[in-house]
């Protein structure tokens, strides 16, 4: 007869342990939620280029902390580029938590207000047609993940 082993219930409490965690890694990440979004800080006004400073407040569904590495997002308004956002390093996100992360926004001065100034009248009736385009990455117990970020939409200036 055969001796039953005494580490056979740690082998199968570990072995179950790492299907948990293997399967909760193969599937997507759930995207986050803006919950809102408010202007901290405009410096530079006027120059060539305009900072703005934005805070998001975030939403993480997943139920894991997200650290955000890089980010590099490009803005458009209408079908013109006028600058960039980024998230500032360091930013980390607690796992089905909400948190106020900084974004900068650097604006082309010159091509924004040239972009605003052609198409006023049909902003300030539909909103402004913006969209956000690039990529974050980001790690998550230890696991690095690039995401494709995609999003448009009209943003109304007067409701």
């Known amino acids: 007869m055969r001796a039953e082993s005494p580490f056979r219930p740690l082998l199968l409490l570990g072995l179950a342990l790492l299907a948990l965690v293997f399967t909760g890694c193969i599937g997507q990440p759930e995207d986050f939620q803006v919950r809102s979004v408010s202007i901290s800080d405009l410096s530079s006004l006027g120059n060539e280029e305009t900072v703005v400073g934005i805070d998001i407040g ?93 999003h448009e939409q009209r943003i109304r200036v007067m409701e």
């Open 58 to 150: 975030l939403f993480n569904p997943n139920g894991y902390k997200v650290h955000i590495e890089e980010s590099r997002l490009g803005l458009w308004v209408g079908a013109d580029s006028v600058g960039v956002l980024q998230f500032v390093p360091g930013v980390q996100i607690a796992g089905n938590g909400e948190e106020r992360v900084r974004v900068d926004a650097v604006l082309d001065s010159k091509r924004f207000s040239k972009v605003l100034s052609q198409n006023w009248f049909e902003y300030l009736v539909q909103g402004a047609p913006v969209r956000v385009e690039g990529w974050v990455r980001g790690k998550a117990w230890g696991i690095h993940r690039t995401l494709t970020i995609y």
